[in-house]
T-cell receptor, first 115, second 109 residues
Framework: KAGVTQTPRYLIKTRGQQVTLSCSPI?????VSWYQQTPGQGLQFLFE???????NKGNFPGRFSGRQFSNSRSEMNVSTLELGDSALYLC??????????????FGPGTRLLVL | GEDVEQSLFLSVREGDSSVINCTYT??????LYWYKQEPGAGLQLLTY?????DMKQDQRLTVLLNKKDKHLSLRIADTQTGDSAIYFC?????????FGRGTSLIVHP
């Protein structure tokens, strides 16, 4: 069974641009969560999608958005990029999303550098 | 507010036991987790413990939870060089997890 895949793995953008990152969950998984990891703030929860609906949201500005498609693949978008958005963006998927203890499987991440 | 704290570094000799400590603040945490992150990789869930448990053992891993002191620890027995990684503690209240900054475990011969 293939793991969680994220594309692209690396990305360089300039301030003011926008970026779209993609995540393909493990086959059969319906819940997809996004996290931002930076040296300064550590690992922070962005949002979670389940069955094409945003079910939970972390404390990030509206420039950060996402969506989920009917095949459970998810994209996140960051508009008007700032230098502070440079980070490793991690996606995690889990099965039905019905249990808090359900194991989340993480992808390798997309490393975004904003110049 | 929620805050999870861990020491930044731990250095151990190969074959010794490693103990990584974590403190959290939210007493209503339901689950507490340990994740491992190797260079260039995402997070791998190592183990978790439900808040009504005191201890959980899984092969070389032992998790101890002191709910009164809000202290969580991960013990790795017979630490190997392949255990070198960053270890994250996380607590969950509701759905949204809160992660610590991670402890870099360095295993030397």
């Amino acid at each position: 069974k293939a793991g969680v895949t994220q594309t692209p793995r690396y990305l360089i953008k300039t301030r003011g641009q926008q970026v779209t990152l993609s995540c393909s969950p493990i086959s059969g998984h319906r819940s997809v969560s996004w996290y931002q990891q930076t040296p300064g703030q550590g690992l922070q929860f962005l949002f979670e999608y389940f069955s094409e609906t945003q079910r939970n949201k972390g404390n990030f500005p509206g420039r950060f958005s996402g969506r989920q498609f009917s095949n459970s693949r998810s994209e996140m978008n960051v508009s008007t990029l700032e230098l502070g958005d440079s980070a490793l963006y991690l996606c995690a998927s889990s099965g039905s999303g019905r249990g808090l203890q359900e194991t989340q499987y993480f992808g390798p991440g997309t490393r975004l550098l904003v110049l | 507010g929620e805050d999870v704290e861990q020491s930044l570094f731990l250095s151990v000799r190969e074959g010794d036991s490693s103990v990584i400590n974590c403190t959290y603040t939210d007493s209503s945490s339901t689950y507490l987790y340990w994740y491992k992150q190797e260079p260039g990789a995402g997070l791998q869930l190592l183990t978790y413990i439900f808040s009504n448990m005191d201890m959980k053992q899984d092969q070389r891993l032992t998790v101890l939870l002191n709910k009164k002191d809000k202290h969580l620890s991960l013990r790795i027995a017979d630490t190997q060089t392949g255990d070198s990684a960053i270890y994250f503690c996380a607590e969950r209240v509701g759905y949204i997890p809160t992660f610590g900054r991670g402890t870099s475990l360095i295993v030397h011969p």
